[in-house]
């Protein structure tokens, strides 16, 4: 049965920053620089003309000739300046946030990077331009880079909005700078508390969690699992189990599994974990019972099946086990699979008091006489059934092909032979047995035991 359930990072944080201000690559001029937090009747009247004509190709889709465009008009003003006047048209950051949007557009990241770069370096306070080259980077899968644009965005904004606070501390969370993030948003909790999207609570409880603060976690994740219903809470309910078994909560994860299998019964999940939990801490019974609907509710897997006729015959309910093994047994993978499982069917078999369908299964299983184990088994069938002559036979073969059981072996054929009146060769038998040392005792007092032969 395969482990609990771990928690990983929402794909809505990557859909969401993905998609983030696409409405900021706008097309007009009067949009354009409205977006940009600029008012178009202050942008220099060469300026308004290009982006007029920038415009109109935009909305054509035609992205490669307003590159052009733009690319003809900074041609114009030489090469770029490290410091431009407030009057240098040709490099206004205007004219590197059009550019910048279109290479947007082209899906061309680097470049839209470079141009909002200069964007933002001429004109500081160009929000807009902070958000784009925000995507711009995050595009490129520079998370931590696009975090801190995101950041920018924000506190250069008049508008306080909290949404590019998320960003920056949901690409935090993404470039796995935890300890960044969960500041990031706590800061977005403290300054717009009647903001705040369940989704963004669900990303700040996976910082935490990333962050090893799986405490402080635990109220945040219940707040959660009370605000969602359906797959999501489950899902939550989920992590909240996980957590309290990586908290080694022993008592609180098994008291709130089977809290679960209480709440939503037909939910095969809670059985499935509440089982694993109760063999994790040895409650055996506890995990049969829980296995048992579990099964109800959903097929077993093999490897399932397997460990629910394990308990069964630990817990001594054999009738339950057998069947189950006796069906896998059909159906076992390998050698060693298909051995293991014999043994199990046959101790089911002995303890329902079927030595003979033990032995029946023992005699179909292919290869016997090439494994000592279960020659030895097949002897303690035979001599439970008091079949001695062939008992001591069967316990002298598997003498012969395993030293490790050598001994026992030996000794069992002495008993055998002596119960077949067979003396000389359960003298023997002891003889041989009284070689091994954990043997020899019991060897030499069944010697001293045994008639005299004329």
Not at 49 to 66: E, F, T
Not at 108 to 124: F, G, I
Not at 176 to 202: N, S, V
Not at 240 to 265: D, N
Request: charged share 25%; glycine share 6%.
């Amino acid at each position: 049965m395969k482990s609990l359930c771990q928690f990983s990072i929402h794909p809505f944080i990557g859909r969401c920053i993905a998609t983030a201000l696409t409405g900021l690559v706008l097309l007009t001029l009067p949009g354009m620089a409205a977006g940009a937090g600029q008012d178009a009747k202050e942008l220099p009247a060469a300026v308004r003309w290009v982006l007029n004509d920038v415009g109109r190709l935009i909305d054509q889709k035609n992205y490669d000739g307003a590159v052009q465009r733009l690319t003809e008009f900074q041609a114009k003003g030489g090469t770029v300046p490290q410091h431009t006047a407030d009057d240098d048209v040709h490099h206004h950051p205007m004219v590197y946030f059009a550019l910048g949007n279109c290479r947007l557009y082209q899906e061309r990241y680097d470049q839209a990077e470079a141009a909002l770069s200069q964007a933002v370096r001429r004109q500081p306070d160009l929000t807009a331009a902070w958000l784009n080259l925000a995507k711009a980077c995050y595009e490129q899968g520079k998370h931590a880079v696009a975090a801190d644009h995101f950041r920018e965005a924000y506190d250069r904004s008049a508008e306080k909005q909290p949404e590019h606070l998320y960003y920056s501390a949901a690409a935090d969370l993404m470039a796995k700078k935890y300890k960044k993030a969960i500041r990031t948003f706590e800061k977005l909790f403290e300054r717009h508390p009647g903001q705040i999207q369940m989704a963004w609570k669900a990303h700040w409880v996976h910082a935490l969690l990333a962050d090893g603060q799986a405490k402080r976690a635990l109220p945040h994740i219940e707040a959660l699992i009370a605000g969602h219903t359906g797959e999501e809470r489950v899902r939550w309910q989920e992590v909240l189990l996980y957590q309290y078994v990586q908290l080694k909560m022993t008592a609180k994860a098994r008291s709130y599994a089977r809290a679960l299998t209480r709440e939503t019964p037909a939910e095969p999940r809670w059985w499935k974990l509440s089982a694993q939990l109760d063999l994790s801490d040895g409650a055996y019974a506890d995990a049969l019972a829980a296995m048992t609907i579990y099964g109800y509710l959903t097929p077993l897997s093999a490897e399932e099946q397997k460990l629910w006729a394990d308990l069964s015959l630990q817990l001594g309910i054999p009738g339950q086990a057998a069947p189950v093994y006796e069906k896998m047994l059909t159906s076992a993978a390998d050698a060693q699979g298909m051995k293991q499982m014999l043994k199990n069917l046959v101790t089911a078999y002995r303890r329902l008091g079927r030595p003979e369908a033990a032995l029946a299964q023992l005699d179909r299983a292919p290869d016997l006489g090439k494994d000592p184990e279960l020659l030895m088994l097949r002897a303690d069938l035979l001599y439970e059934q008091k079949r001695y002559d062939e008992a001591s036979a069967a316990y002298l073969r598997a003498a012969r092909e395993d030293h490790a059981r050598a001994g026992n072996a030996w000794l069992m054929a002495g008993y055998a032979a002596w119960q077949a009146n067979d003396i000389n060769a359960s003298r023997q038998a002891f003889a041989r047995a009284a070689d091994f040392k954990p043997h020899r005792q019991k060897a030499l007092l069944a010697m001293r035991q045994l008639p005299k032969v004329n």
